[in-house]
């Protein structure tokens, strides 16, 4: 063979190996954790600017909620007589969705007291029960610390530290800038899971060593936040059982930090799961006794039939419930709207 002929097999065996090496490379890339939360598809308009719909109303996504709790409703003002079993019937539908037995029973009696005279007034006066029971002035996050502080606690398994990735994201596109504080120092993920979110979310996260002080983490949170000029700083703790005393204490710690620090917390969300019914009562009411609950993120509303823990919540502890998780979508965590909550469970009584 001459000179050329040997020419071109070298560029062809050459070619081959690169595309080869490409291939090996792309196929090796590390994946990130799917921590079951779908981030919304990226769809660039002018500038690149992240295109996509908000979520719908609240009625649109309650689900089991609204179908269970609307269906018992139903039954009830589709009877002709108000006699005793009518009025039975509306507090065990209130009880099932977890309302609880001491408001559902209140709730019934007082509708009861109004005396009215057929099916349909009493709908409306139930409805106008529950909305005076949810009938709070403050749901949005009131943020006006520099840095603003949010602190957020709750139990294992809630969806605290995704929840905290909705959050800010919220924050960031309504314009704010973030920073989120890893100082849940004890679940070994706990870390890269939260700067997974803040990698794919484009959000700072501050840690420590596993093992190290929270408190201390914290501290370094907010330092670095006040730094570097943010607008908010969210610092997730680490889930515990809320009849842990010594868990508690240190979460108390942690509070006391930052309060030192910041002169104040804007915000101390506490997530609950609404698939816990009653027994998230408990968990509201020790951590209430321990730091400032602020506000309730109740997350899975779409998945349970039991989201009369709403109104328990609110009445029994008087914690307004901020915010919901209504889907698995990066976007599915929105403002808790009391009046289309109440005209959801009821829609279907007509």
């Given at each position: 063979m001459d000179t050329?002929?040997?020419?071109?097999?070298?560029?062809?065996?050459?070619?081959?190996?690169?595309?080869?090496?490409?291939?090996?490379?792309?196929?090796?890339?590390?994946?990130?954790?799917?921590?079951?939360?779908?981030?919304?598809?990226?769809r660039s308009r002018g500038g690149g600017t992240l295109v996509e719909e908000r979520p719908g109303k609240i009625g649109d996504r309650l689900g089991k909620t609204s179908r269970n709790l609307g269906g018992?409703?139903?039954n009830v003002f589709s009877r002709e007589n108000l006699d005793d079993?009518?009025?039975?019937?509306?507090?065990?539908?209130?009880?099932?969705?977890?309302?609880?037995?001491?408001?559902?029973?209140?709730?019934?009696?007082?509708?009861?007291e109004a005396r009215p005279e057929r099916p349909d007034t009493a709908r409306d006066l139930l409805a106008a029960e529950l909305r005076a029971i949810l009938d709070h002035p403050h749901r949005e996050l009131d943020l006006v610390g520099e840095p603003a502080?949010?602190?957020?606690?709750?139990?294992?398994?809630?969806?605290?530290?995704?929840?905290?990735?909705?959050?800010?994201?919220?924050l960031g596109e309504d314009g704010k800038s973030v920073i989120l504080g890893a100082a849940d120092t004890f679940?070994?993920?706990?870390d890269t899971q939260l700067r997974t979110w803040g990698n794919r979310l484009g959000f700072e996260v501050v840690g420590g060593a596993d093992g190290s002080d929270p408190a201390s983490v914290a501290f370094d949170s907010y330092s670095a936040a006040r730094a570097r000029g943010r607008d908010v700083l969210i610092v997730d703790t680490a889930g515990r059982l809320h009849a842990k005393a010594n868990l508690m204490a240190e979460l108390e710690k942690i509070e006391r930090v930052l309060?030192?620090?910041?002169?104040?917390?804007?915000?101390?969300?506490?997530?609950?799961?609404a698939t816990s019914g009653q027994n998230g009562i408990a968990q509201?009411?020790?951590?209430?006794?321990?730091?400032?609950?602020?506000?309730?993120?109740?997350?899975?509303?779409?998945?349970?039939?039991?989201?009369?823990?709403?109104?328990?919540?609110?009445?029994?502890?008087?914690?307004p419930v901020k915010l919901i998780g209504v889907g698995e979508g990066i976007d599915d965590l929105i403002v808790f709207d009391s009046d289309e909550f109440v005209t959801a469970i009821l829609a279907d009584t007509q």
């Open positions: 050329m002929t040997y020419i071109w097999i070298g560029i062809a065996v050459v070619g081959v190996l690169a595309l080869v090496l490409v291939a090996r490379f792309v196929g090796r890339r590390p994946r990130q954790p799917d921590f079951g939360v779908e981030l919304p598809d990226r018992a409703l139903r079993a009518f009025w039975e019937e509306m507090e065990e539908a209130l009880i099932a969705a977890d309302v609880g037995v001491s408001a559902s029973g209140d709730i019934v009696a007082a509708v009861r502080v949010i602190m957020v606690v709750g139990v294992n398994g809630t969806g605290k530290t995704t929840s905290i990735a909705k959050i800010a994201r919220r679940r070994a993920a706990a309060i030192k620090e910041a002169g104040t917390l804007d915000e101390v969300l506490l997530v609950l799961d509201v009411e020790a951590f209430v006794g321990a730091v400032g609950v602020t506000g309730i993120v109740l997350t899975k509303l779409d998945g349970t039939a039991r989201g009369g823990v709403v109104i328990a919540c609110e009445r029994e502890l008087g914690v």
